[in-house]
């Protein structure tokens, strides 16, 4: 998945004003660097993979237990295979900041389980973006490498987990110099890596890439330079790039990298209020998906536009001319791209008497016109506060992404099961 920036919330937090929780989200989120709005942070909640139906399977729901605390966690595929990665508190107190580290686990085939992998000899930040991407370059193929920033070194690092040892990739001083990260994919038979940063009023992105026979990194496009507000990194069935924006006053746009230049996609996406930007867009063929999460409502919506060209671009339009969400609880939620499927997933976080948060997770397929099929609830149950979701596969079997309470009181990473693609 991908696109991730969140707001870091500690144990401390979390139990002294559960009810502040969502207010936090309004901050970051796993998919947006917030320019101009101080620094932003990891959500501090986990993402639990939902593994498809198969005989055998192994034992659901699953947890790693790694940690005793998770603060984030990300999933990622690679036909056969899928990878979990989880951030937490190697001894549970937050405020050393050294003690958050990243474990890496491995599926093969739906009817394995899973494995865990060497583990990264760093420490993590949890106040930047972590990123999980398997590398599709031709001399790292099914590699999965790990974008974020070390909190011992305060620097980007991009390291692969090639022939069993996390090897750092060199970043080139254009890269360094570049700000935060705040994208890192590989799903276009490259890695691609964007950066923003800070100046005066404004922001500063910047892309670079490394291809299919490459060994270095190359600028991608020329710097973008956009108003204070949200920036996410957009994915694409073919090698497109594109970049989503929030203005930080609910307009939203999608701009895709023309040349060296970039060019807008559709309008402006006026018509919905601030949110967090949860994920970036996703372009599949001639249409272009970006969500959107409305805290201006009670309860936040969550929904997700559509923009498709034919001789020109169209206005974006809401799919199914309403939100994702029926339910009462405040709603956000993520999209996620499964070969030319558009999956959206999304958490409804309603607060209980005892500030508790009664939570829902939905998924549904989409296309152009709405949902397609039915909304598919994925979990019903108790958390201390919302988190993030998203939706991947492994040999055209569904897993699904969400959060769940933990034991120990916090948040903890699951495995729950949808079944075959084919069947949605």
Same mark, same amino acid.
């Given at each position: 998945?991908?696109?991730?920036?969140?707001?870091?919330?500690?144990?401390?937090?979390?139990?002294?004003?559960?009810?502040?929780?969502?207010?936090?989200?309004?901050?970051? &989120?796993?998919?947006?660097?917030?320019?101009?709005?101080?620094?932003?942070?990891?959500?501090?909640?986990?993402?639990?993979?939902?593994?498809?139906?198969?005989?055998?399977?192994?034992?659901?729901?699953?947890?790693?237990?790694?940690?005793?605390?998770?603060?984030?966690?990300?999933?990622?595929?690679?036909? @056969?295979?899928?990878?979990? %990665?989880?951030?937490?508190?190697?001894?549970?107190?937050?405020?050393?900041?050294?003690?958050?580290?990243?474990?890496?686990?491995?599926?093969?085939?739906?009817?394995?389980?899973?494995?865990?992998?060497?583990?990264?000899?760093?420490?993590?930040?949890?106040?930047?973006?972590?990123?999980?991407?398997?590398?599709? !370059?031709?001399?790292?193929?099914?590699?999965?490498?790990?974008?974020?920033?070390?909190?011992?070194?305060?620097?980007?690092?991009?390291?692969?987990?090639?022939?069993?040892?996390?090897?750092?990739?060199?970043?080139?001083?254009?890269?360094?110099?570049?700000?935060?990260?705040?994208?890192?994919?590989?799903?276009?038979?490259?890695?691609?890596?964007?950066?923003?940063?800070?100046?005066?009023?404004?922001?500063?992105?910047?892309?670079?890439?490394?291809?299919?026979?490459?060994?270095? &990194?190359?600028?991608?496009?020329?710097?973008?330079? %956009? +108003?204070?507000?949200?920036?996410?990194?957009?994915?694409?069935?073919?090698?497109?790039?594109?970049?989503?924006? +929030?203005?930080?006053?609910?307009?939203?746009?999608?701009?895709?990298?023309?040349?060296?230049?970039?060019?807008?996609?559709?309008?402006?996406? #006026?018509? %919905?209020?601030?949110?967090?930007?949860?994920?970036?867009?996703?372009? %599949?063929?001639? @249409?272009?998906?970006?969500?959107?999460?409305?805290?201006?409502?009670?309860?936040?919506?969550?929904? !997700?536009?559509?923009?498709?060209?034919?001789?020109? &671009?169209?206005?974006?339009?809401?799919?199914?001319? #309403?939100?994702?969400?029926?339910? #009462?609880?405040?709603?956000?939620?993520?999209?996620?791209?499964?070969?030319?499927?558009? &999956?959206?997933?999304?958490?409804?976080?309603?607060?209980?008497?005892?500030?508790?948060?009664?939570?829902?997770?939905?998924?549904?397929?989409?296309?152009?016109?709405?949902?397609?099929?039915?909304?598919?609830?994925?979990?019903?149950?108790?958390?201390?506060?919302?988190?993030?979701?998203?939706?991947? +596969?492994?040999?055209?079997?569904?897993?699904?992404?969400?959060?769940?309470?933990?034991?120990?009181?916090?948040?903890?990473?699951?495995?729950?099961?949808?079944?075959?693609?084919?069947?949605?």
């Amino acid at each position: 998945m991908t696109f991730k920036r969140r707001a870091h919330m500690t144990r401390e937090t979390s139990r002294a004003g559960r009810h502040s929780i969502l207010s936090l989200l309004l901050c970051c &989120w796993p998919l947006g660097w917030l320019v101009g709005c101080g620094e932003i942070g990891n959500l501090s909640g986990v993402v639990a993979v939902a593994m498809a139906d198969a005989k055998p399977t192994p034992p659901t729901p699953w947890s790693p237990d790694g940690f005793r605390d998770d603060l984030y966690a990300e999933i990622a595929s690679s036909g @056969s295979t899928a990878w979990f %990665v989880e951030v937490g508190l190697r001894r549970g107190d937050p405020k050393k900041r050294n003690d958050i580290g990243a474990r890496l686990y491995r599926l093969n085939r739906p009817i394995g389980s899973w494995r865990e992998l060497p583990r990264i000899r760093d420490s993590i930040d949890p106040d930047q973006s972590i990123d999980l991407a398997i590398s599709t !370059v031709s001399r790292m193929r099914g590699v999965p490498c790990l974008g974020y920033t070390s909190s011992l070194a305060n620097i980007t690092r991009v390291k692969c987990l090639i022939r069993g040892v996390w090897t750092q990739l060199h970043l080139t001083a254009a890269m360094r110099r570049a700000g935060h990260l705040f994208g890192f994919d590989g799903s276009t038979h490259r890695l691609v890596a964007a950066f923003s940063d800070r100046r005066g009023s404004g922001a500063v992105a910047r892309v670079f890439v490394r291809g299919r026979r490459s060994r270095s &990194w190359v600028r991608a496009a020329d710097p973008l330079v %956009v +108003e204070p507000g949200l920036l996410g990194l957009g994915r694409s069935a073919s090698n497109a790039l594109s970049i989503g924006f +929030e203005d930080g006053a609910g307009e939203r746009s999608v701009l895709t990298s023309q040349g060296f230049g970039w060019q807008r996609r559709g309008s402006v996406i #006026s018509d %919905v209020g601030v949110g967090p930007f949860v994920s970036g867009p996703i372009q %599949v063929g001639k @249409s272009t998906f970006f969500p959107a999460v409305d805290t201006d409502r009670s309860p936040w919506e969550y929904s !997700v536009f559509a923009a498709t060209r034919r001789s020109r &671009w169209h206005r974006w339009h809401q799919l199914g001319g #309403s939100p994702l969400n029926r339910g #009462s609880g405040n709603a956000q939620g993520s999209i996620d791209l499964l070969g030319n499927d558009v &999956w959206a997933s999304w958490q409804e976080n309603a607060i209980r008497a005892d500030g508790l948060f009664g939570t829902k997770v939905f998924a549904a397929r989409l296309d152009r016109n709405g949902v397609a099929g039915s909304r598919i609830r994925v979990w019903r149950g108790v958390t201390i506060g919302p988190g993030p979701t998203g939706v991947s +596969e492994i040999d055209g079997r569904i897993l699904v992404l969400y959060v769940r309470g933990a034991p120990s009181g916090g948040l903890r990473a699951t495995v729950e099961g949808l079944g075959a693609r084919s069947s949605f």
